[in-house]
């Protein structure tokens, strides 16, 4: 069990001295300190709740309501029992038939029946359908913010540990307003109660005035409903501040914590609602008949303790920032501390500040959503995940600019208009749209820019058109897939190896570490994605490196053996079933010239081949490819196996989009045609 707090004590003890009110009858000068308790804490609950920055800091509201119903419920019993047995019920109760109604009857029936009205017709009414409408609109709103929350941790905007608190709130804010809808009930309750108790004591009083004490009716009359007036005046009120502060708060807008010191702190932790409490008790001592000690005392009491909660908080404030400066200066002193300033973020994307609504959602950008999809596509093109992609506005680039850094370093850039669209000759159109000429970032292609009234027309054209998000994020997907390669790094690998562990234990530890070592698994790996091979399929590559990983450990070897396990994959990528493909083919006696000029080092294999050789064949590359690319074709050469990766190292550096691919890596039902040869 856990220790037993003063701040639990309190709290039950509040609860116990209702439930004794209603069992045991209460000396009438213990009912009056009863009531102006109930009456201070009333007020302490409407004064915190205005001042509450906001509704989690009343997280515990709907159980205050609860608890103060119920002392609220005890005290008209008592008082109840005392009008009843002694025709009397203390100062306060008769203070307020007397002084409230001014001495006069009618008037105070009339006073009591005007704050029932309000009570009911006003100020009830609306907090019950406030907090209903509430309660079921943050319910209905938790899944948008909860995506919000994941697109700005995709994006890293934010950390991990920032997400969590950010969802525990929006679980707290819809168990918060779940439980006001109910607990406006309570308030609705406890007014009904008040006024069925105010009739009951009419009646019942007026029937002991008359058999019991013997008096006439007129005076039964007059002197038990000033009582019944009053003892419903003093319920009234304090149900009526609880009543405008539940309305306060639901128009507003749970930490776990410990229950009693949270309730009371969350209760009495605003001193400026405190000492406004202890002068409104102090002043209602001082200007009207009720007992004045009493009052003064009750709004000095509450004066202190605002006094000395304020003091706690003003030094508890000192501490926290005497302790965050020293914090600050250790962190200073510290050699280490410019560690942080050599992170490296993988994937940014910088951009003017014309750019900026494109990525503020509250000005209805969607830049971020779109930079999660792009993280999503990726991971299911090419099987690997993205690093966090950081958005981030730089005032020393042009206004509508935007550059793109792999690894701290810009590998591209790009170039918007905001208001308009980017409009592509898909190169079958021969009109030509008025606009601003410029280049589509992505590929190089010409496009046109035009406005949002030209839209339509470029479209019934033919014209391909785009809006400035999509071409942002058409651009980051390129340069993601072109350096994706390099992005992968040994800890993405580990995390690979573990997923595919749980599901298939066997070949990871046959593979790993006893045949490869996590950097050569690496390498392959990256042998792929830059070819653009999806490493998906991890468990066919495995157990492929597992089967040749005994008698080489030459990366390109098994990345060459692994191309040919996966060449379903490669097949349905380049070759679309059901059509002939145009492809380049490469001549036998140049394949046997790059075989001759291979050199086998330790470090791997390199080309030995005469320079103007090598120009030779790259001249007869492009020419053979440019053939394709006028068929609006896929520059695609397929060579012999053993020849692949040597062909693709010496082109690479020239032609960055070409496709090699050997005979064993095409399906036995492709078709192929085969448009030229390339020669030395």
Sequence with gaps: ????????????????????????????????????????????????????????????????????????????????????????AGNVIQVFGEFVGGGDLVIGIIVYLILVVVQFVVINKGSERVAEVTARFTLDAMPGKQMAIDADLNTGAITDEEAKIRRDKIQEEATFFGSMDGAVKFVKGDANAGLIITAINIVGGIAMGVLRMGMDIATALNWYTILTIGDGLVSMISSLLISLATGILVTKGSKTADFGSTLLSQLFGIPKALYIVGGVLAFLGIVTPLNTVLFVVAGAIFIIVARVIAGTIETAKIESEVESEEAAAEEIRQPENVTSLLNVDPIELEFGYGIIPLADVNQGGDLLDRVVMIRRQIALELGTVVPIIRLRDNIQLNPNQYIIKIKGVQVSEGEILFDHYMAMNPGFITEKIPGID?????????????????????????????????????????????????????????????????????????????????????????????????????????????????????????????RQALKRAISNKFFPANETTQVVTVDPALEQDIMASVKQTEQGAYLTMDPQKIEAIMASVKEEIDKLENLGKNPIIITSPIVRIYFKKLTEEYFKDLIVVSYNELESNISIQSIGTVKA
């Design 438 to 562: 410029t280049t589509e970032p992505s590929f190089g292609l010409p496009a046109t820019w035009i406005t949002e009234g030209q839209r339509e027309k470029a479209e019934s054209m033919g014209y391909t058109v785009v809006d400035p998000p999509s071409i942002i994020a058409t651009h980051l997907t390129e340069v993601i897939r072109q350096h994706i390669a390099e992005l992968l790094t040994r800890q993405d690998v580990q995390n690979l190896i573990d997923n595919l562990k749980e599901t298939n234990p066997s070949i990871v530890d046959e593979l790993v570490p006893k045949l490869l070592g996590l950097g050569e698994i690496q390498k392959v790996l990256q042998n792929l994605l830059s070819e653009g091979i999806s490493i998906r399929d991890l468990l066919t590559i495995f157990e492929t490196m597992a089967d040749y990983a005994t008698t080489t450990r030459d990366t390109d070897i098994l990345t060459e053996y692994i």
């Design 1 to 88: 069990m856990g220790k037993f707090k003063l701040a639990d004590a309190g709290v039950a003890t509040y609860l116990l001295i209702a439930f004794v009110m209603m069992i045991v009858p209460m000396p009438e000068w213990l009912l009056d300190i009863f009531l102006t308790a109930d009456m201070g804490i009333s007020f302490t609950i409407l004064f915190t709740s205005m001042f509450a920055e906001e509704v989690l800091g009343m997280s515990f509201y709907p159980t205050m309501l609860l608890f103060s119903t119920i002392f609220r419920i005890a005290l008209n019993v008592s008082s109840t029992r005392l009008i009843l047995a002694q025709g009397s």
